[in-house]
């Protein structure tokens, strides 16, 4: 009988060894499946064509016409904010500034008249 126990207590032992070691490989198969697809370089489902010209291209096209919309929504407000008269030389001004970036002169009724 005391034989019998020493080899029951053994077998404990062995199991205990044994699903210690498969704990073991099926913790390291799953660390390594996770570190292979979590860890992965690539991106996967990116929204980024093939064509990486035209997609640069489109998002700087994209990024001025924000920037151009916020510079035409502040001028827009420093304009409102202004009084009546001061809106009137601005335009003005703006009016004679277009016309020199054109390359054209004043009237001449302007030019002779001139303050």
Known sequence: MAGNRKNLIFMKNNNNVISLVRFLTHFMILCSVF?????????????????????????????????????????????????KATRKRMKKREREMKRKRKGKRLPFWKRWFRK
Request: aromatic share 6%.
């Open 35 to 83: 570190l292979f697809v979590f860890c992965s370089p690539t991106k996967r489902g990116s929204k980024i064509p093939k064509n990486k010209e035209k997609y640069t291209e489109q998002k700087s096209k994209e990024q001025k016409e924000k920037e151009q919309e916020a510079i035409d929504e502040l001028k827009e407000r420093h304009r409102d904010n202004q009084d």
